[in-house]
């Protein structure tokens, strides 16, 4: 049986070269978790639910990542999931942690990658859910229906557009309820949250830091053993994009869940719980 772990009582914060937020419970190996992108999220949002379950075995992190909850933007001086990742480098140094495992979500899960790709011996092993960056799709348009909905909301914040959005990430709608919808709004509204946001996604297309190779096309050279997740049902990034980082990575499994969209932490929380604990203890 599970408790509950409160906001407050797990926040925590480092100051430096970065300024992070995080939340923290358990002892053990650690597990790093990271959050998705898009209105109102943050680490807190993504994760608290599975939170306990995973605090029962490891020295558990929750991460805000820069510009999202409570950890402040900076000026961005490369594509963000790169800056994300170097925030990682600093964070562990402050916390004097040698190695991880990583439980990254969406762009958390592009993040994650990054890291493992700039400090292949500070990562273990990976639990990527509907990883951005890694998917490629063959057949779904290139902005998909949860890209466009978001970018809606982002122009024009109402709460019928924050509402229309979630729907695009969730296969079964009965999961998401009012206080969701109302949290993620308060979130997204605070002061300067939706310009940060934009500022982070701009970023992808910024000219500046188009000199490497894409995420996708570096896949073959991430080495760790990698868990990838998806819904059958994720209208943000299609499970058709799943198939090429399962076939480049040569580490890399796949699970797919049914009636699930792009949030299988909620919509399939203890499946999700149970899967990622097996494959993160064997």
Known sequence: MTTTLGFEPTSRTVAGE??????????????LLLHGSGPG??????????????????RTIILDLSGFGRSPALEWNDVYPRVAADSIRFFLDELGIDRVDIIGNSMGGNVATEF??????????????????LAVNSFA???SEGSRRLFEFLANPTRDGMVAWVDTMVGNPAVVSDELIDQRMENALQPGAI????????????????????LWARAAEVQHETLLIWGRDDRMLPYEGALFPFRQMPNAELHVFAKCGHWAQIERKADFERLALEFLGR
């Open 18 to 31: 970065y300024d992070l937020h995080y939340h923290e419970a358990g002892s053990g190996p650690v597990l």
């Open 41 to 58: 999220v943050s680490g807190w949002s993504n994760f608290a639910g599975n939170f306990p379950v995973f605090a029962q075995q490891y």
């Open 116 to 133: 493992a790709l700039a400090h292949p011996d500070r990562v273990r092993r990976m639990v990527l859910m509907g990883p951005g960056g």
């Open 141 to 143: 348009p290139s902005v």
């Open 195 to 214: 310009a940060r946001t934009l500022a982070i996604f701009q970023t992808f297309s910024d000219p500046r830091f188009a000199d490497r190779p894409q």
